[in-house]
C-alpha cells in the first residue's frame, strides 16, 4: 500500500456503511475504492487509472464527469433544487420526457418519472394491472416473468424475476406469477456472434401458461431484451417477435425492461429497435442521466397513457408516484445527456465500434476454462468453467486481477459481463482483451 492510500484508509471509517450486494466482510478488509473519474477511466483510492469496461453498471454510456452533464447538473442545483411533481412540476421534466419519447421506440411516447430501475418496474407493473381494471378486465392480474430475469429489487421485480437468490432469502413474495423458461442453451449457442439461432420455439412456453391460467387472468409479461445481471442471456433470434405475437393474440400487455440495453447499448437507442420488436411498455433508468444523478422512467404506449385519461378530469388518473419524480437535476442531467448522444452521435458509433469488439470478445476462444463467449453491440459475456462447489469463485478471482491490472470488469456467477461507455475506442478494446487474455492464461 502505498502512503497516500494508507492516510485515505486512516480516515475513513469503514464500520458504519453496509455495502449493496457485496460481501462486505471481505470488502472492508481490502476495500477498493473510487475518488475521480474522467471519459474512460476511474482513478482508485490509491492512484491508479482504472479503464471501465462497465460503464460504471451498465450507466456510464457516454464517458465519465462530462462537461455538459456536470455544468447542467451545477446550474440547475444553483437555480431550482427541488420542485415536486403532485400537483405542480417544473419545465425541465416536461423538456426531459419530450427529448425521451423522441429517441423511444414508434409509439411509446408518453414518459412516467421514477428514481431507478426498480422503481421502473414495479411502476410498469402496476400500471399493467391498473390499465386492465380500468378497461373492465380487472381479473387480469397475473405477471409473467422469465427464469434467470433481473428486474431490481422491488417486491414486484423480484416476484417477475427468476433469480433463484431472491427465493431463498425472501420466500415467495407476489402470488400471482408465473415464469417463462430462460432462452440460455449453452449446448446449441455457444460461442455466437450476436443472437444465437436456436431457441425461438421457448417464446411457445408461453402458450402454456397461458392455457394453464386463461388469457383472461393474465395481464402482463415482462422480460429484459437481453438479461445482463444473470450473465449476458441473447435472445434467440425470432425470439422476442414469437413473444409479441403470442401477447397480442391473448391481450397480453407485453413490457421490456430496458434498464441496462438502453441507450445504445445494443447500438440502436432501446433493444426493442435494434430487434425490431415494440413492446406496449419500457422501462429503462441508468444511462437515461448517464447516471449522473438517479433516475428511470417507464416508457408508455399513447393508447394505454389514453386509456388512464378518462373518467372525471379532477381525479388522479394513476394512484402512484415518487417525491423525486422528475426531479430538477435528474431532469437537467437527462436533457444533458440526451442531447450529448444525440450531438455525438453516440449510438451509432458504438454500433460502428461493435464488429471490432466482437473479434475481441471472439479472440478469447481456447483461453483455459472458457465455455461461451456471447456478444451484442458493445456487450459481452464471457462464461468460465466453475470450480467445483465454488460457484462465482473463478470469475471473482478474474475480477480482482484485472482491477489490480487497471481494468473495471464485472462478474456475475462465472460470467463476466463487459458493457464499456459507448465512446470506447480500438485502443480501449485491445487493452480490455490484452488484460482479460493474460490474467485468463492464469487462473486457478
Ligand atoms: C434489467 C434490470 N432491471 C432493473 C434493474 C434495477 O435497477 P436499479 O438498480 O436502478 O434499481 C437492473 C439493474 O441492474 C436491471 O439490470
Redesign the pocket.
Known sequence: MGTNEIELLQQLNLQHLWLPFTANRQFKAQPRLLVAARDMHYTAHDGRTILDAVAG??AVNAGHCRAPIVEAISRQAATLDYATGFQMHHPGAFLAAEKLAAIAPAGLDRVFFVN??????DTALKMALAYHRLRGEGTRRVLIGRERG????GFG?ISVGGMPGNRKTFGNLLPLVDHLPHTHDAQRNAFSRGQPQWGAERADALESLIALHDASNIAAVIV?PVA??TGVLLPPAGYLQRLREICDRHGILLIF?E??TGFGRTGAAFAAQTFGVTPDLL?C??ALTNAAVPM?AVLVKREIFDAFMTGPESSIEFYHGYTYSGHPLASAAAIATLDLFRDEDLFARGAALAPYWEDAVHSLRGLPNIIDLRNIGLVAGIELESIPSKPGARAFEAFLRCYRRGVLIRTTGDTIALSPPLILERRHVDEIFGVLAEVLRDLP
Open positions: 453498471l451498465w431507478s430501475g426498480s422503481e421502473a418496474v433481473y428486474h431490481g429489487v421485480g429484459e445482463g445481471s425492461d434498464v441496462i422501462t433508468a441508468k428511470g
